[in-house]
């Protein structure tokens, strides 16, 4: 069974910046990131995903402003968050699939989910 542990939500001012990392424990082949906007529902969308290749998937509201990495040796992967806005704030949530980006994860159904982390930007 794999396991996702996130860390590293927290609160900052809009315009600041902050890093989510996500362990991983287990074969994945796509990891990405979730957030669920307050009110709606838990699976939320899809902001970021990388492959085992390195293919990167961003959704257009974060790009140029998020990146994601990971970290093959230590099984973790990051997203860098950047000129964070008052509307990122969500509950984030690391996500991971052993198939493709693009028929798992991104679609909305990656087979394993982290506990999540929240995140608040204040204006």
């Known amino acids: 069974q794999v396991q996702l542990v996130e860390s590293g939500g927290g609160s900052v001012q809009a315009g600041g910046s902050l890093r989510l990392s996500c362990v991983v424990s287990?074969?994945?082949?796509?990891m990405g990131w979730f957030r669920q906007l307050p009110g709606t529902e838990r699976e939320g969308v899809a902001v970021?995903?990388?492959?085992?290749?390195?293919?990167?998937i961003y959704d257009p509201s974060v790009k140029g402003r998020f990146t994601i990495s990971k970290d093959n040796a230590k099984n973790i992967h990051y997203l860098q968050m950047s000129s964070l806005k008052p509307e990122d704030t969500a509950m984030y949530y690391c996500a991971a699939d052993p198939g493709a980006c693009a028929s798992s994860l991104w679609l909305g159904a990656p087979r394993y989910w982290g506990q999540g982390t929240q995140v608040t930007v204040s204006s």
């Open positions: 970021a995903a990388i492959d085992l290749a390195n293919s990167t």
């Open positions: 287990g074969y994945t082949y796509c």
